[in-house]
Each structure stands twice: as structure tokens, then as C-alpha cells.
């Protein structure tokens, strides 16, 4: 089994979405079925916020989705106000999101912070998406390869490759994030390959062979299969497209026929 789940991975970032907490429960329901009914093939999981964590686990109750935070603190507990401990979240759900560019961006969280994140929410027992991205004006510079292996390499310094099933590397473009404009696939399978060769470089090829590598940005019904059917792509993290739950459970759908090929 290449990764701890050989299942492509369908991940729902919704961002501060919904608002009102009815329209969160109604959308883990609306996605629920397509879900089920691709269990076999597609692994699903939900990243509400932090306060829609509990409300959405219960409409998910025995549904075999995954539910997520979006991000956490790496202490355990403290005088950190407004803040979420890696630790806490492991009661409600299984995953959490680290180092998504929007939180690089507009929060100041640096390649160091993203590593003390990710390890923390490892050590307690939680899995991890951990995202990296170059900026447009990276891109335009000739620098994708040079950013994504340092933001990649300072993640990866603090994690253990033993712990590497229970990781998973999301390369999104920030560039790609919310704009409509989707990397080419060939460019996106091109930079998920470099994400490839860090990881083999850090964790050496066994453990690596265990993290799936997700691409994000502006993903949505008509073009996930142009990523999912590339051999370097494990799956999506999607924004927008996931809070329309009739897009997402096509997507869901047109995810398991690839993986049915
Ligand atoms: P998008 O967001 O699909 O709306 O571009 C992706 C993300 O931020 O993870």
C-alpha cells in the first residue's frame, strides 16, 4: 500500500464558511451520500471551522467522512488567546490542515510555525495536511522549485519519517488559490514531483511512498480529473467548489471513476 490510505483524497476546505451553523449541517449531509456511495474509492474529509467541528460530526454520524480543523496551535496548552491546541482538536476530529497560504499570507505564520504545527498535531495522533505554494510573483521569477522545497524541507525537518502515513503534502499555487486560474496540470504535475523528490530526500523512498501529494487551487467539477489522473496527484484540496455540495459530490464521483481505471 503505497500510503497509509491508498485511497485518492477529496479534502473540503471551507475556509469561514458557512456562517450560520444550520447551513453547515446541511452541507456535510448534502456531500454525505456521494460519500458513501464512493467510500470504496475515494477518501472524503471536511475541514469546517472550528466551531462547526461539532455540529457537522454529528450530522456525519456514522458516515464514513472525515472531519478536520484548519488549523492549530503547537502547544499544548498555555496563554495563547483565541487559539486551538493540536491536543484539544484530537477529541473532535482526525485531521487538521497546516501552513495553508492563507495563513502564511495574511497571518504571518512562518516555514517554522507550520513545522511546529504539523508536528504537533502528529503527536497527538491527528493526521496532517500541510500545504506549500509559490506566490505569482515567485512563479514569474523562476523560483516554484526553490520556494516549495523550503517551505517542503522545513515541514518535513520536523516531522519523523516513521510517522509518514499519517502525512500528506497539498502543493497549491497561491496564485491558482480562489482565482479561477488553475495551474496547467502538466506545470501542477511537474512542481508535485518536486514535492515527490523532497520527500524521498527526507524520509527516504519507503517512507515517502506513504504520503499522498494533493494538488489545490481552484479546483472544481470540470477539471479534478485532470489532476487526479496525473501519477503524481493523490488526490485535491478544494475551497470554493466544496461549499456547493451538488459540485462536490460530482467531484467525488469523478474522482472514483479514476481510481476505478
Ligand atoms: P480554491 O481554494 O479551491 O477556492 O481555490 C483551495 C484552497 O485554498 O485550499
Redesign the pocket.
Known sequence: MPHDDARPLL?A?W?MNPVVRADAVELARGVTPAALEYAEAVEVALFPPFCWLAPVAGALDGAAVGLGAQDCHWERSGAYTGEVSAAMLSGWCGWV?AG???RRALFGETDEQVGRKAAAALEAGLRVIA?VGEREDEMDAGRTEEVVRRQLGAVLAALPAAESHRVVI?Y?PVW?????R?AEPAQAGATMGVVRHGLEEAFGAEAAGRVRVLY?????AANVTSYVELESCAGC??????LKAAEFSTMIEAVARVAAR
Do not use: P
Request: net charge negative.
Open positions: 479534502a476546505n475556509k490542515i495553508h497560504s492563507e500545504c497539498a497549491e491558482a488559490i480562489g482565482t479561477g488553475s489545490g487551487g481552484s479546483v472544481n484540496l478544494v475551497g470554493g467548489a466544496s
